[in-house]
């Protein structure tokens, strides 16, 4: 897996090793997402990052079930109330395990699409805090 990804799914772990607010750690996971959405919708189009979300989520699905109730976000691509509505109703190590899951599928179908470096590239640029609020955007290195 890139060191992007794991930079990102350690934010959620350190959270659960510091809380066990659920709620919490989920809305740090959906703003992730939402950084994530924001940050490859000019790259691959808003589509493009919804159906790569979405194929993610079919993929998972079968080692996570919770996530087969992630229907509505399909309809609100870069929302993510809806993983973090399932998230919050999860153990905080649950919902590490569920994130970190979709996360590494997501980054793998990504790599496919538009190869290692890219990604990595630009999930550099994703920098969620474990306060839930993302830093400033930098450039691509």
């Not at 989920?26 to 000019?42: F, K, Y």
């Not at 993610?56 to 109330?81: C, I, M, N, Q, S």
């Not at 509505?85 to 395990?97: F, G, P, R, V, Y």
Request: proline share 6%; hydrophobic share 45%.
């Amino acid at each position: 897996m890139q060191s992007e990804a794991r930079r990102i799914q350690a934010t959620i772990a350190d959270l659960t090793a510091v809380t066990a607010d659920c709620p919490r750690i989920a809305e740090v996971a959906a703003s992730t997402w939402r950084e994530i959405h924001a940050v490859l919708s000019p790259v691959i189009g808003p589509g493009g990052v919804a159906a790569l979300y979405q194929r993610a989520l079919h993929v998972t699905r079968t080692a996570h079930p919770a996530l087969a109730a992630l229907r509505e976000d399909a309809k609100r691509p870069g929302e993510y109330a809806a993983l973090q509505l399932m998230l919050s109703q999860q153990t905080s190590e649950q919902i590490a395990a569920i994130n970190a899951a979709l996360l590494q599928t997501f980054c793998d179908l990504l790599e496919n699409l538009i190869g290692i470096s890219l990604t990595e590239r630009l999930l550099h640029s994703v920098r969620n805090l474990p306060g839930g609020k993302p830093t400033p955007q930098r450039g691509l290195p």
